[in-house]
């Protein structure tokens, strides 16, 4: 990460409420370009919701986001991905009886001029070409999304991501269900995309993971933001201090 290089995207006084219930007070943060942001706290800290109201799902009850240093309205999720916003959620959103190339293209499909017939050809070799880019290995871009393992699906969904992503990708518990040779391939990409310099923001109750793959980690507890530390600078006692609320005792 390159503190010196503008913010890719922040979130300013981000709070969210429903009704007579807060489940984000405030949340401030600052995204930057090859940087991995860890969002760490207990069941029902606010971190679906935060992750949510970022692309576009729910919009603020206070404070706003700001892409590139401009402000942005996200009125629903089509806003947050024609901002470059992409989420891979823990339950994929992949169709398992389509290619994965159609799953990458899956509703932004290119046609051919005039009739507006697939071109499946082109889909397939950008497809290839970021499988190959990102090291990511599957049989074929034709096969089948289900005939396909737990961490190649998440690979792909991975994938997707990044090839739409032009400000931030969310991933949420992306190794939740995965295997330890799986989640090794999974983060493995996952540095890969930082490395080719995205934003991340990384949803994890895995301490181990965070510690492994985030340079950063911002903590909310019952949906305030505790704080924010450096990994490097904090130790595992900390942070399940802040969590726990430990820390203010």
Known sequence: MNNAA????ALVGVGKSFGAVTAVER????MFPGEIVALVGDNGAGKSTLIKTIAGIHRPSSGHIELRNKKVILRGPKDARDAGIEVVYQDLALAADQSVYMNLFLGRELTKKPWGWLDRKEMARQTQTLIDDLDVRIPSVSVPVSSLSGGQRQAIAICRATHWASSIVLLDEPTAALGVAETKKVEELVGRLKSRG????LVSHNMDQVFRIADRVAVLRRGKQV???QVAETTRNELVSMITGLSDV
């Open 198 to 201: 995205a934003a991340l923001l």
């Open 6 to 9: 503008a913010p890719i995207a």
């Open 27 to 30: 949340f401030d943060l600052e």
């Open 227 to 229: 704080g924010i530390r």
